[in-house]
């Protein structure tokens, strides 16, 4: 095979993706003007069910703009030689492959960013803006913005460093030493993530005591359940859209509550969403997510270990010089549809586990709750509650609201 060869191959990956996905996009739009099913027809009155046409109409629309100028920019960057462009620039401040490495991708991640900043303040603060979600003050936007730049310098070049240092120095089983560290990092991550990072975007703070946490641990404790940690996040301070979640393990084991989340519902709904957060510990799912995830990556990096060393993904990309930093581009764009479908499988076992999740909760609490409190959270999302079949296998991590009402009621 040739570079030209490996060239067109990666153009038509990206191509071929592209219009699946605007295919998909284009089925499931068809169906925002669905009648809503029986069972889900007192989620929305009239008017808010206009309301969610009209933002479901206004994202796919606003989706196309935002997709398209991505593909536009993908094929002129290939087209044009972009990577070699910005590996020249990497590789006139220095000569070690560490630092030009470094260079590079805080190049290509900070300008893309920048070129994309313009579609995401639109999105906040026009289409969230005019809908009634914004909560974002200009301040924060782009306080958020420079943190996860931040944040990417420190613990993304932090790890690209090392895993750049291990091929160096261990050549094609560098892979081994790359999924330890990814491994060591994802499981500590897992464990001190709300301790650690949430708080430099986030203020969070202990439940206090009263009727909603006395509820809380009535309901942990008949269950044999310890939960001394919970907490509240301030997530209005972006959006009005509320979510609840389940992290840590041990000692380090906590659940957080959005307070709009606390806001939306009733005492019982907020029990019976923190029940469904319960089953997903208890029935292991968070166990099995994350050690599927340290396999994935096992996986990618023993595939990418076969082909880094071989000139042809640089060539491919229009650089001369083989190095791992375009070598690691290429073979991104390569594993595409592999990643795809891992995926798929994912998403698959997702849907699984929120319906053994919901079970759970039905069987140690209640289910009326429950489906009052999906009701309610899909009214305040403006959710879409008719979505075409091949868009939700393709792309949904939980089952639509009506599934799970069906089998909460069964």
């Known amino acids: 095979m040739t570079a030209t060869t490996l060239f067109y191959i990666i153009i038509a990956i990206i191509i071929i993706d592209f219009l699946k996905g605007k295919i998909l996009d284009a089925l499931n739009a068809k169906h925002y003007n669905d009648e809503l099913p029986k069972e889900l027809q007192d989620v929305y009155d009239e008017a808010e069910y206009k309301k969610s046409q009209n933002y479901k109409a206004t994202n796919y629309k606003f989706g196309l703009v935002t997709s398209t100028f991505s593909l536009l920019l993908t094929l002129v960057f290939l087209l044009f030689d972009g990577f070699e462009w910005v590996d020249n620039i990497a590789r006139n401040y220095s000569t070690n492959p560490i630092i030009i490495a470094l260079i590079f991708f805080g190049i290509i991640m900070i300008g893309s960013d920048i070129l994309t900043t313009p579609f995401s303040y639109y999105s906040t603060f026009v289409i969230e803006e005019k809908f009634g979600f914004n909560k974002t003050t200009i301040k924060t936007f782009f306080l958020d913005k420079i943190k996860g730049w931040l944040m990417m310098a420190i613990v993304g070049g932090g790890i690209l460093a090392l895993i750049i240092g291990f091929y160096e120095a261990t050549g094609k089983h560098f892979w081994l030493y790359a999924w330890a560290l990814v491994a060591i990092f994802t499981i500590f991550m897992n464990m001190f993530y709300s301790k650690l990072i949430v708080p430099l975007f986030n203020k969070q703070s202990p439940l206090e005591a009263g009727s909603l946490r006395d509820k809380i641990s009535e309901y942990a404790n008949s269950v044999g359940f310890k939960l001394d940690k919970i907490f509240i996040i301030d997530g209005s301070k972006r959006s009005t859209k509320a979510n609840a979640y389940f992290s840590g393990f041990g000692s380090e084991k906590r659940v957080t509550l959005y307070d709009t989340l606390v806001n939306d519902l009733e005492e019982e709904e907020i029990v019976a969403v923190l029940a469904h957060e319960v089953g997903h510990y208890k029935r292991k799912h968070i166990v099995f997510n994350l050690f599927a995830s340290i396999l994935l990556t096992g996986f990618t990096l023993f595939i990418l270990s076969l ?104």
Not at 355 to 371: F, H, V
Not at 378 to 390: C, E, M, R
Request: charged share 15%; no cysteine; glycine share 4%.
């Open 307 to 410: 082909f880094i060393s071989n000139p042809l993904l640089s060539n491919a990309l229009g650089v001369e010089i083989s190095s791992f930093h375009i070598g690691m581009i290429a073979f991104g764009m390569l594993y595409a549809p592999i990643s795809e479908i891992t995926g798929l499988i994912m998403n698959i076992f997702s849907r699984k586990f929120e319906y053994q999740a919901d079970d759970y909760a039905k069987n140690t609490y209640k289910a009326e709750p429950l489906i009052t409190s999906l009701k309610k959270l899909s009214k305040n999302s403006l959710s879409n509650l008719t979505p075409h079949p091949a868009y939700e296998f393709m792309h949904y991590s939980h089952p639509t609201l009506l599934k799970r009402i069906m089998n909460l009621k069964k």
